[in-house]
């Protein structure tokens, strides 16, 4: 079955106490580019959604589908220098 990343606008839920990281912080320092995702290399093992902590990516396994909330993300690259298969990028 082919692997299907999705790029989410949005919030998606959350603590409504963390409204200053996700909606205000975001557009006071906004970090430019997006994490990208090759679904010929990643295998959905879930190492870059346990590890970033602003809950920026969600894995589906069951249905195989990759999702990052771009409006989460800080740039932090953690997911991206731990991916085991090199399938995290960052685009511009
Ligand atoms: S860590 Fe890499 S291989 Fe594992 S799910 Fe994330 S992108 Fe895919
Ligand atoms: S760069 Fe950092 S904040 Fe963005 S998805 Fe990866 S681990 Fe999460």
């Excluded at 909606?23 to 090759?38: H, T």
């Excluded at 589906?60 to 991206?80: A, E, S």
Aim: net charge positive; with cysteine; charged share 25%.
């Amino acid at each position: 079955m082919i692997l299907k990343a999705r790029y989410r606008g949005g919030h998606g839920g959350g603590l409504p106490l963390d409204l200053i990281g996700h909606f205000i912080a975001p557009y006071l320092i906004r970090p430019k580019g997006e994490i990208s995702m090759d679904s010929h290399r990643c295998n959905l093992c879930g190492k870059c959604q346990m590890l970033c902590r602003r809950h920026a990516i969600y894995i589906n396994r069951k249905r195989r589908i990759w999702t990052i909330y771009p409006n989460r993300c800080d740039l932090c690259l953690n997911c991206v220098s731990h991916c085991p298969k090199k399938a995290l990028d960052v685009s511009k």
